[in-house]
């Protein structure tokens, strides 16, 4: 709770002034679906094109973050909503700072994922769901994870151990078993154009 004596200061420049010297808006690309759906790999090519035509982007994803703030949050239910609690309050200050911010979390419940969409304007969240079958995730298993979740040697491991809540209504879906990571970038790309969040 915010202490009563701790009063909010209203800055004189906007979200919007900073982002328009950029010549793009400011938002969060939020990558979810399960381990190995292609979240990172995606969300890395993405920002790469958006650096190369000149945008300002910043990129969280899921493994780094619990390397440095939040290296003290474990797997949980109760740990996985403090963790995505914490990403999408400095997901805000990034998107206040006037910069494209792509996340890459597997953010598998959609109350944590709404409560991000709540902390900031409606359009500034774009749910990007990574939708791929689970028999193929665990094909690919590029870290060995299901491996090791199939012999119970992970415990509350997504879409094994613990739930995997499908986004309802999510901005985007890119069907990552179906489209080549640049058809995948490419889509959300669209996307930002047709909203005027970046210029075509
Ligand atoms: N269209 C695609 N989009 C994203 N990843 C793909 C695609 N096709 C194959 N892959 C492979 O799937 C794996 C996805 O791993 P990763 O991006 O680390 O997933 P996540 O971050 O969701 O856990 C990588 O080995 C990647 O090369
Ligand atoms: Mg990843």
Same mark, same amino acid.
């Given at each position: 709770?915010?202490?009563?004596?701790?009063?909010? &200061?209203?800055?004189?420049?906007?979200?919007?002034? *900073?982002?328009?010297?950029? /010549? &793009?808006?400011?938002?969060?690309?939020? +990558?979810?679906?399960?381990?190995?759906?292609?979240?990172?790999?995606? !969300?890395?090519?993405?920002?790469? !094109? @958006?650096?190369?035509?000149?945008?300002?982007?910043?990129?969280?994803?899921?493994?780094?973050?619990? &390397?440095? @703030?939040?290296?003290?949050?474990? +797997?949980?239910?109760?740990? *996985?909503?403090?963790?995505?609690? *914490?990403?999408?309050?400095?997901?805000?200050? +990034?998107?206040? !700072? /006037?910069?494209?911010?792509?996340?890459?979390?597997?953010?598998?419940?959609?109350?944590?994922?709404?409560?991000?969409?709540?902390?900031?304007?409606?359009?500034? +969240?774009?749910?990007?769901? !990574?939708?791929?079958?689970?028999?193929?995730?665990?094909? *690919?298993?590029?870290? /060995?994870?299901?491996?090791?979740?199939?012999?119970?040697?992970?415990?509350?491991?997504?879409?094994?151990?613990?739930?995997?809540?499908?986004?309802?209504?999510?901005? @985007?879906?890119?069907?990552?078993?179906?489209?080549?990571?640049?058809?995948?970038?490419?889509?959300?790309?669209?996307?930002?154009?047709?909203?005027?969040?970046?210029?075509?």
């Amino acid at each position: 709770m915010a202490e009563k004596n701790v009063v909010w &200061h209203a800055h004189k420049l906007t979200r919007q002034e *900073r982002a328009a010297i950029k /010549g &793009h808006q400011s938002c969060i690309i939020w +990558f979810t679906g399960l381990s190995a759906s292609g979240k990172s790999t995606v !969300a890395n090519e993405l920002e790469y !094109a @958006l650096n190369k035509k000149g945008m300002h982007t910043y990129i969280r994803d899921g493994d780094n973050i619990r &390397h440095g @703030l939040n290296k003290n949050i474990g +797997f949980s239910a109760e740990d *996985r909503k403090e963790n995505i609690r *914490r990403i999408g309050e400095v997901a805000k200050l +990034f998107v206040d !700072a /006037g910069v494209l911010v792509i996340t890459a979390f597997i953010s598998p419940f959609k109350e944590d994922r709404d409560t991000v969409r709540g902390l900031v304007n409606a359009g500034e +969240f774009i749910e990007v769901y !990574a939708k791929c079958p689970i028999s193929v995730c665990a094909e *690919r298993d590029p870290k /060995g994870l299901y491996k090791k979740a199939m012999a119970g040697e992970i415990k509350e491991f997504t879409g094994i151990s613990q739930p995997y809540e499908e986004p309802v209504n999510p901005e @985007l879906v890119v069907e990552t078993d179906k489209l080549s990571v640049e058809e995948c970038v490419d889509k959300v790309l669209a996307y930002l154009k047709s909203k005027d969040i970046i210029k075509g």
